[in-house]
């Protein structure tokens, strides 16, 4: 390894180790400090009043909220129980029972002092629902009836109260203008279409990110303006943790901006390729492939297509887990409708995309079909390793060829590589009235627990090791030039304008969460003064 790539790495790996309160800035404070109250005015008119976002979606927005809430001696049941509620979720399948029936106990039974009134009347319900299958949504009915309370008068009142007030001078800072100096840069990790993607790490806060790069005029010459908006808003609008998160779209003099979720694992074509034999065991194959499908699920419960699933696409971040990633061919279907479009990856493209026919859903479902086969095979399907057929042929044996599975398949494994592979979308697994659920259920997944697997509880059976830089050495990453002779203009800024919204509101208060900001930040001072107030 050269020189100039050990440097570049090693600066990587201690922002990583040191991500968070060792990564912030020694002037994090002033960044983050509140605006006077008197200046928040103008702000608290611009917040849309909707309990569920304020109070329930957005996390500093929750934080706030319950804290108000624990300051009202009536509402602390409430809140202790929307705790338990919480913590129910992150139990395993074994502490769900006992502990679901000591929720009852403590908040639904009337003889508890805690006793929750607008929730005593689903007691009997969640007793056999519990007893049934303590894997089900047990406490849906509590759920929406403490919400339907709290939305009512308690959230009048927060409004007018000073942890409002809090959330309000929160929301300011969240919508600082972003610019290139919100970040310190580190090494290139990649190369795309349109420019690069590089590591970052958020000076305020520490938070390491990943940035992705348009180069503008890259994007104007080869008219990616649609391409890179949609990919965008599209990121915008999804929230979960098999899909990576955008946390900010802000431009700069020569490019248009995502800050991305950092995934420091590497890629799935890497893993598969280039350590040791080719192929993934058949753990590995089964986990990725379980949380590639509860990300499908996500997206296509948003009606969106994502076209573009390989190996390439699918990013590992440190613990092990994956996410989907590179979302410029995705598409979402207005209601009831199909796209027709001959794009994805050649190789990787369903025979419908090929056909030039209508398509929905169907195609991310032949997508995880090669995925699975090319982590059990260490090859594509229908192609030899290191074979690179033309796109017609490859076209060809899509549409025509019968797939081949060699010795490295099991039973499971090739039932459920077949089923995805149909070539006819109205027969392919996933593609039927239930969607994903069905492909959840193929018994290749029968040893995944799919509620835990959702609620981040499973433990991945493979870790990145964290003095590892899992991407191509800096100088072998081809530098990205500029475009020549390309003049950026009016419509041009309008353009970026759409596309500059600076902070993604949920990540950006996650990030002050998890980096342990909020918690120095978010005191209040003596007898409910805003600790701004206080000069100090
Ligand atoms: P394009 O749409 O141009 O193909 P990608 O989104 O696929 O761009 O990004 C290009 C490369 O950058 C990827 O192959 C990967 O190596 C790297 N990369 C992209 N996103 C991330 C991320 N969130 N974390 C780490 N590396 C990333
Ligand atoms: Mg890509
Ligand atoms: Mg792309």
């Given at each position: 390894m050269e020189i100039e790539s050990m440097v570049a790495n090693s600066a990587l790996i201690k922002a990583r180790e040191g991500g968070g309160s060792r990564g912030r800035s020694y002037k994090w404070r002033e960044m983050l400090r509140f605006a006077h109250i008197s200046q928040c005015v103008d702000q608290a008119m611009s917040i849309e009043r909707e309990y569920y976002s304020l109070c329930v979606k957005q996390p500093i927005g929750k934080k706030l909220f319950q804290l108000f809430c624990r300051s009202r001696p009536d509402l602390q049941n409430y809140i202790s129980l929307l705790d338990a509620l919480d913590a129910f979720e992150m139990k395993s399948d074994e502490e769900r029972k006992d502990f679901g029936l000591s929720i009852i106990q403590r908040f639904?039974?009337?003889?508890?002092?805690?006793?929750?009134?607008?929730?005593?009347?689903h007691e009997q319900s969640c007793i056999h629902s519990l007893e049934f299958?303590?894997?089900?949504?047990?406490?849906h009915r509590c759920t929406e009836d403490l919400h339907s309370y709290l939305s009512g008068e308690p959230f009048m009142h927060y409004q007018q109260s000073m942890f409002f007030d809090r959330f309000v001078q929160w929301k300011i800072l969240e919508r600082l203008p972003i610019t290139k100096q919100t970040f310190r840069q580190y090494r290139l990790l990649g190369k795309g279409g349109f420019g690069e993607v590089w590591a970052c790490q958020v000076?305020?806060?520490g938070m390491m990110y990943a940035c992705k790069k348009l180069d503008k005029t890259h994007v104007k010459k080869r008219k990616g303006e649609a391409m890179a908006l949609n990919e965008k808003q599209i990121l915008e609008g999804l929230d979960s943790r098999f899909v990576v998160s955008l946390a900010y779209a802000y431009e700069t003099k020569h490019a248009l901006c995502m800050v991305l979720t950092m995934m420091s694992g590497g890629d799935l074509r890497f893993h598969i390729h280039n350590i040791g034999q080719p192929g993934l065991d058949k753990t590995r194959v089964r986990f990725y492939a379980a949380e590639v499908c509860c990300g499908l699920m996500h997206l296509h419960s948003k009606?969106?297509?994502?076209?573009?699933?390989?190996?390439?696409?699918i990013l590992l971040d440190d613990n092990g887990h994956i996410r989907i990633s590179d979302l410029g061919l995705a598409v979402r279907l207005s209601e009831g409708t199909l796209v027709r479009g001959r794009v994805g990856t050649a190789g990787y493209m369903a025979p419908e995309v090929i056909g030039h026919k209508h398509y929905g859903m169907s195609v991310d479902w032949w997508g995880l079909g090669c995925l699975v086969y090319e982590m059990t095979a260490g090859k594509p399907p229908l192609r030899a390793r290191g074979e690179h057929p033309k796109a017609s042929e490859m076209e060809r044996r899509i549409q025509n060829q019968q797939l081949e599975f060699g010795e490295k398949f099991g039973k499971a494994v090739k039932n459920l590589c077949s089923s995805l592979l149909n070539k006819d979308p109205k027969e392919r697994l996933g593609c039927g009235g239930p969607g994903g659920a069905e492909v959840q259920t193929h018994r290749f997944f029968r040893k995944i627990n799919f509620r835990m697997l959702e609620a981040g509880l499973v433990q991945p059976p493979f870790k990145p090791d964290?003095?590892?830089?899992?991407?191509?050495?800096v100088q072998d990453i081809e530098e990205f030039s500029t475009v020549k002779g390309v003049i950026l203009g009016q419509t041009d800024s309008e353009f970026y304008s759409k596309f500059?919204?600076?902070?993604?509101p949920i990540s950006w208060q996650n990030e002050v969460i998890e980096t342990g900001c909020f918690k120095e930040l978010n005191v209040f001072g003596p007898e409910g003064s805003r600790s701004s107030d206080l000069d100090w």
């Amino acid at each position: 390894m050269e020189i100039e790539s050990m440097v570049a790495n090693s600066a990587l790996i201690k922002a990583r180790e040191g991500g968070g309160s060792r990564g912030r800035s020694y002037k994090w404070r002033e960044m983050l400090r509140f605006a006077h109250i008197s200046q928040c005015v103008d702000q608290a008119m611009s917040i849309e009043r909707e309990y569920y976002s304020l109070c329930v979606k957005q996390p500093i927005g929750k934080k706030l909220f319950q804290l108000f809430c624990r300051s009202r001696p009536d509402l602390q049941n409430y809140i202790s129980l929307l705790d338990a509620l919480d913590a129910f979720e992150m139990k395993s399948d074994e502490e769900r029972k006992d502990f679901g029936l000591s929720i009852i106990q403590r908040f639904l039974m009337s003889q508890s002092i805690q006793c929750v009134s607008v929730v005593q009347r689903h007691e009997q319900s969640c007793i056999h629902s519990l007893e049934f299958d303590p894997c089900m949504d047990v406490f849906h009915r509590c759920t929406e009836d403490l919400h339907s309370y709290l939305s009512g008068e308690p959230f009048m009142h927060y409004q007018q109260s000073m942890f409002f007030d809090r959330f309000v001078q929160w929301k300011i800072l969240e919508r600082l203008p972003i610019t290139k100096q919100t970040f310190r840069q580190y090494r290139l990790l990649g190369k795309g279409g349109f420019g690069e993607v590089w590591a970052c790490q958020v000076r305020a806060t520490g938070m390491m990110y990943a940035c992705k790069k348009l180069d503008k005029t890259h994007v104007k010459k080869r008219k990616g303006e649609a391409m890179a908006l949609n990919e965008k808003q599209i990121l915008e609008g999804l929230d979960s943790r098999f899909v990576v998160s955008l946390a900010y779209a802000y431009e700069t003099k020569h490019a248009l901006c995502m800050v991305l979720t950092m995934m420091s694992g590497g890629d799935l074509r890497f893993h598969i390729h280039n350590i040791g034999q080719p192929g993934l065991d058949k753990t590995r194959v089964r986990f990725y492939a379980a949380e590639v499908c509860c990300g499908l699920m996500h997206l296509h419960s948003k009606s969106i297509v994502y076209r573009d699933m390989k190996p390439e696409n699918i990013l590992l971040d440190d613990n092990g887990h994956i996410r989907i990633s590179d979302l410029g061919l995705a598409v979402r279907l207005s209601e009831g409708t199909l796209v027709r479009g001959r794009v994805g990856t050649a190789g990787y493209m369903a025979p419908e995309v090929i056909g030039h026919k209508h398509y929905g859903m169907s195609v991310d479902w032949w997508g995880l079909g090669c995925l699975v086969y090319e982590m059990t095979a260490g090859k594509p399907p229908l192609r030899a390793r290191g074979e690179h057929p033309k796109a017609s042929e490859m076209e060809r044996r899509i549409q025509n060829q019968q797939l081949e599975f060699g010795e490295k398949f099991g039973k499971a494994v090739k039932n459920l590589c077949s089923s995805l592979l149909n070539k006819d979308p109205k027969e392919r697994l996933g593609c039927g009235g239930p969607g994903g659920a069905e492909v959840q259920t193929h018994r290749f997944f029968r040893k995944i627990n799919f509620r835990m697997l959702e609620a981040g509880l499973v433990q991945p059976p493979f870790k990145p090791d964290p003095r590892l830089v899992y991407c191509s050495d800096v100088q072998d990453i081809e530098e990205f030039s500029t475009v020549k002779g390309v003049i950026l203009g009016q419509t041009d800024s309008e353009f970026y304008s759409k596309f500059n919204t600076g902070s993604v509101p949920i990540s950006w208060q996650n990030e002050v969460i998890e980096t342990g900001c909020f918690k120095e930040l978010n005191v209040f001072g003596p007898e409910g003064s805003r600790s701004s107030d206080l000069d100090w």
